[in-house]
């Protein structure tokens, strides 16, 4: 095969491990900006004025037997010979992220002008080369000084701080880039990030994490932060429909996991079960974005967990959206089970009462 064959597929395979992080088995423990060698180099993730993401310090938990995304497909340097791969390969699009902690290394204030030249001369040349950029704002990926100094999506302050950056991006980008996605698998994020550990920034308590954490609270957390992911998205696109989409004509959604259910069988309590699925992987996000509230099933199991959205947040969040970005990867059967609605302490994933099952065989 030829040689850019394996750069592809190692291209490719970067991607997708991006997309399905939450999937790792592992935990990081409490990991900050300290912990880093003063002579740390490698690769691109400090290189021109880069700071650290969460996904740095995740990335440098341990949880992969020593491995780390220092270097990962090295885009950064390659991203020339990515782009005549993709030529050859024919796309016609192309979406990636943009990375917060390169273009704002502080989180908030002023612009690295290396990171801005670097994002001016990629997009630049996928237009040159006939490919449609779309531009991903956040994919777990909050600047670590963020998460340092004020518990990065826990605090409404990262709602602020996220339009900022956007506006950045806007201002800078959009008279090229007409795509735009504000967070990838917002759900997952939420969950995998603060319900079970499992992806940036490792948060979780017990029994709930996959292996235990060292801080979180799984309770709580995945509620809180999932409604700051929805009102940073709402407001970046009020921001984008008030300032530039009369100038730039560009589109702004967000993108979520969708798993496709079926019922285990066809009674009537898995098919309840089937519903409730959907509802707290899908309508937890798309209802405020259709109907300005939580899925009533939701409020039910959550209770007081959940935030509620005043009237005017409400109003704001509701069809703020120019599309929806679905990432798919599998089809699970659904099985009721209500014991989990009798313990006192729940997570997200026991607020839903059920069991996922892949291929009809418990998992």
Same mark, same amino acid.
């Given at each position: 095969?030829?040689?850019?064959?394996?750069?592809?597929?190692?291209?490719?395979? *970067?991607?997708?491990?991006?997309?399905?992080?939450?999937?790792? &088995?592992?935990?990081? /423990?409490?990991?900050?900006?300290?912990?880093?060698?003063?002579?740390?180099?490698?690769?691109?993730?400090?290189?021109?004025?880069?700071?650290?993401?969460?996904?740095?310090?995740?990335?440098?938990?341990?949880?992969?037997?020593?491995?780390?995304?220092?270097?990962?497909?090295?885009?950064?340097?390659?991203?020339? +010979?990515?782009?005549?791969?993709?030529?050859? @390969?024919?796309?016609?699009?192309?979406?990636?992220?943009?990375?917060?902690?390169? !273009?704002?290394?502080?989180?908030?204030?002023?612009?690295?002008?290396?990171?801005?030249?670097?994002?001016?001369?990629?997009?630049?040349?996928?237009?040159?080369?006939?490919?449609?950029?779309?531009?991903?704002?956040?994919?777990?990926?909050?600047?670590?000084?963020?998460?340092?100094?004020?518990?990065?999506?826990?605090?409404?302050?990262?709602?602020?701080?996220?339009?900022?950056?956007?506006?950045?991006?806007?201002?800078? &980008?959009?008279?090229?880039? %007409?795509?735009?996605?504000?967070?990838? =698998?917002?759900? %997952?994020?939420?969950?995998?990030?603060?319900?079970?550990?499992?992806?940036?920034?490792?948060?979780?308590?017990?029994?709930?994490?996959?292996?235990?954490? $060292?801080?979180? /609270? $799984?309770?709580?957390?995945?509620? !809180?932060?999932?409604?700051?992911?929805? #009102?940073?998205?709402?407001? @970046? *696109?009020?921001?984008?429909? =008030?300032?530039?989409?009369?100038?730039?004509?560009?589109?702004?959604?967000?993108? #979520?996991?969708?798993?496709?259910?079926?019922?285990?069988?066809?009674?009537?309590?898995?098919?309840?079960?089937?519903?409730?699925?959907?509802?707290?992987?899908?309508?937890? &996000?798309?209802?405020?974005?259709?109907?300005?509230?939580?899925? +009533?099933? *939701?409020?039910?199991?959550?209770?007081?967990?959940?935030? @509620?959205?005043?009237?005017?947040?409400?109003?704001?969040?509701?069809? $703020?959206?120019?599309?929806?970005?679905?990432?798919?990867?599998? @089809?699970?059967?659904?099985?009721?089970?209500?014991?989990?609605?009798?313990?006192?302490?729940? /997570? *997200?994933?026991? /607020?839903?009462?059920?069991?996922?099952?892949?291929?009809?065989?418990?998992?």
């Amino acid at each position: 095969m030829p040689k850019y064959f394996f750069r592809l597929l190692a291209l490719a395979l *970067v991607l997708v491990i991006g997309n399905v992080g939450f999937l790792a &088995f592992g935990v990081a /423990d409490e990991y900050g900006r300290d912990d880093f060698p003063a002579e740390f180099v490698e690769g691109a993730a400090l290189e021109d004025g880069r700071s650290f993401s969460i996904w740095d310090a995740y990335a440098h938990s341990g949880f992969c037997d020593g491995a780390n995304g220092d270097i990962a497909c090295d885009g950064y340097h390659k991203y020339k +010979e990515d782009i005549k791969l993709m030529v050859d @390969t024919g796309l016609e699009a192309f979406r990636f992220s943009i990375s917060w902690s390169r !273009l704002i290394p502080n989180g908030r204030g002023s612009v690295n002008e290396k990171g801005l030249q670097f994002y001016n001369d990629f997009i630049n040349r996928l237009i040159a080369h006939g490919i449609q950029p779309h531009v991903t704002l956040n994919h777990i990926d909050l600047p670590l000084i963020l998460e340092d100094e004020y518990g990065g999506w826990l605090s409404r302050k990262s709602v602020k701080d996220f339009v900022a950056f956007a506006d950045v991006c806007f201002r800078e &980008f959009g008279d090229r880039v %007409l795509h735009w996605t504000t967070f990838n =698998e917002a759900n %997952l994020y939420a969950l995998g990030g603060y319900d079970t550990g499992s992806s940036p920034p490792g948060r979780c308590s017990s029994p709930f994490g996959y292996i235990n954490c $060292s801080r979180g /609270d $799984s309770t709580h957390e995945p509620y !809180l932060v999932a409604h700051h992911f929805l #009102l940073a998205h709402a407001s @970046t *696109v009020r921001l984008y429909r =008030e300032k530039y989409k009369a100038m730039q004509y560009g589109s702004v959604g967000i993108n #979520l996991l969708a798993f496709w259910f079926e019922p285990y069988t066809n009674t009537i309590q898995d098919v309840k079960a089937t519903q409730r699925a959907n509802d707290f992987y899908l309508g937890w &996000f798309l209802n405020p974005l259709v109907k300005g509230d939580y899925p +009533e099933t *939701v409020k039910k199991s959550a209770g007081n967990r959940i935030p @509620t959205f005043t009237k005017l947040e409400s109003q704001k969040i509701k069809g $703020s959206f120019d599309f929806l970005g679905i990432n798919h990867y599998t @089809t699970l059967y659904i099985k009721d089970n209500p014991n989990d609605l009798e313990t006192d302490t729940r /997570d *997200v994933y026991a /607020d839903m009462a059920l069991i996922c099952m892949y291929l009809a065989t418990s998992s």
